[in-house]
């Protein structure tokens, strides 16, 4: 996510951050750059515009040219920019009764995997959402949606066979959820390829006969301008109150989520980052700033893994850890809990700078293909042999990779590898001085705090 734009600001700022004393004609160069690689990441022309211009005014005050670090001045006054063109302050749902959400959007943007999404979002939060399906043009859809409240056990409404009335259908939704006991509505709607008359004509009358709270657009990020252009004419159309932007997981220029505000004025109150039902994520404009500018989000990183790494567990990990009892059993539980908390770039880059470590990791480092073979070979073992590693010899090593599927020579290396975990963890001055380099690297010291102390690794 916006990797490539991240990119070209670190090498503008890197330059700039090393010049003792700034002049205009600085300025104007990395303002120049910074402009470029606003537009090749498929930012809105007037959008760039407008923010370079707003940039380059509080750029050139006295402040700036008298500082005794300009080159940082700058940078502050660019994230501050940033965050103001993404949204400003974060922008939460409208949900005082009746809490009626309208999700509308083009197909394929994911608006039936979104409403599925927000809605189990919405119920760990304490609320009863109820999710009601629309789409009365695709059949799949309904079926879908049902299929995704049954997996996160939320009621949901279908309409029969052959409705063909919109309205019809929202009615019958409203009767049924009188019984449901419900707190919040989410009604999925039908899309197109394109926006057309008819479907325009259709979120009007279903919009006006539930008078929603908030009318979300589900945009996909990947589309980039296409994106924008989409969320100004639903805007036009039924008047949105917010955008919910999926796929920026799989977008590295991220020019729609820098244009969506300033062209539409409306906010972007959530984003898809990844295809799990619980990877809906609030969205905050200061946070994102911090991350296209290398910064991080440990906040956001340590309400991911606080979200999904049970406190109990990682808290007896820890303890047989220090005890010397870290067995291959607890070590197959450590790596379900990081499978959990989703694709491990994606949590990582929240990490202060992790945009340069990564590029010094070996390839493969972080893919999670990996821990899947991992874990295949630690089932493959028998209770006693993750017990007692120390048993696993020669016949039983070919028994273990014939039964994972791996090779001999990976069973052998997690073995060794595992050998050695345990031998630190053993001595308590190796393993304080490896707590003490994680407390070093940035951000690690903030996490560990709002992890109560506990790793989950």
Same mark, same amino acid.
Request: aromatic share 4%; net charge negative; glycine share 10%.
């Given at each position: 996510m916006f990797s490539s734009l991240a990119d070209s600001l670190d090498k503008t700022f890197r330059n700039l951050r090393g010049v003792g004393r700034i002049s205009e004609k600085n300025i104007t160069d990395a303002l120049r750059d910074i402009r470029i690689a606003l537009l090749e990441a498929d930012v809105e022309f007037a959008v760039a515009k407008d923010f370079i211009a707003k940039v380059k005014e509080k750029a050139m005050g006295e402040d700036v040219f008298k500082s005794i670090k300009p080159g940082e001045q700058i940078v502050k006054i660019f994230h501050d920019e940033l965050a103001e063109l993404l949204g400003g302050n974060q922008s939460p749902l409208d949900l005082n009764p009746p809490a009626r959400i309208l999700i509308c959007g083009l197909n394929g943007a994911g608006k039936t995997t979104t409403s599925a999404k927000l809605a189990n979002r919405l119920k760990r939060e304490g609320r009863r959402p109820l999710l009601i399906a629309c789409d009365l043009y695709r059949p799949a859809? @309904?079926? $879908? =949606?049902a299929t995704l409240a049954k997996q996160i056990d939320v009621p949901c409404f279908?309409? $029969?066979?052959?409705?063909?009335? +919109? +309205?019809?259908?929202?009615?019958e939704a409203l009767a049924w959820a009188e019984n449901q006991n419900g707190t919040v509505l989410i009604f999925d709607t039908a899309g197109r390829q394109e926006i057309d008359e008819k479907l325009v004509a259709e979120l009007k009358r279903l919009h006006d006969f539930i008078q929603p709270k908030e009318? =979300?657009? +589900?945009?996909d990020a990947a589309t980039g301008q296409q994106a924008v252009s989409v969320a100004k004419h639903f805007d036009e159309a039924v008047g949105i109150t917010g955008i919910i932007l999926t796929k920026l997981d799989g977008d590295a220029r991220g020019g729609a989520a820098l244009s969506m505000r300033a062209v539409t004025g409306k906010p972007i109150k959530?984003?898809? /980052?990844? /295809?799990?039902?619980? $990877? =809906?994520? /609030?969205?905050?404009?200061?946070?994102m700033a911090?991350? @296209?500018l290398g910064m991080g989000d440990i906040v956001g990183m340590v309400e991911q893994v606080a979200a999904k790494v049970d406190e109990a567990d990682a808290a007896r990990s820890m303890q047989r850890m220090q005890e010397g009892k870290f067995d291959f059993t607890d070590f197959l539980d450590q790596m379900r809990m990081i499978r959990n908390l989703g694709p491990l770039d994606g949590l990582l880059g929240m990490m202060p700078g992790f945009n340069k470590i990564k590029k010094q990791l070996p390839a493969g480092a972080l893919d999670t293909g990996k821990i899947k073979r991992t874990e295949a070979i630690v089932l493959s073992m028998t209770h006693e042999e993750r017990r007692r590693p120390e048993i696993i010899k020669g016949s039983r090593r070919q028994r273990i990779a014939a039964g994972s599927g791996t090779s001999l020579m /990976? +069973?052998?290396? =997690?073995?060794? $590898?595992?050998?050695e975990m345990r031998k630190m963890m053993k001595s308590p001055h190796k393993m304080k001085n490896m707590m003490r380099q994680m407390g070093? &690297?940035?951000? &690690?010291?903030?996490? &560990?705090k709002g992890l109560g102390g506990k790793l989950p690794f």
């Open positions: 859809a @309904i079926d $879908q =949606l279908t309409p $029969q066979a052959g409705d063909s009335d +919109v +309205v019809k259908v929202a009615r009318t =979300l657009l +589900v945009a959530y984003a898809g /980052e990844g /295809e799990k039902l619980d $990877q =809906l994520t /609030e969205f905050h404009p200061d946070r911090d991350r @296209i /990976e +069973v052998n290396q =997690l073995i060794k $590898q595992f050998g070093g &690297m940035p951000g &690690m010291k903030d996490m &560990m």
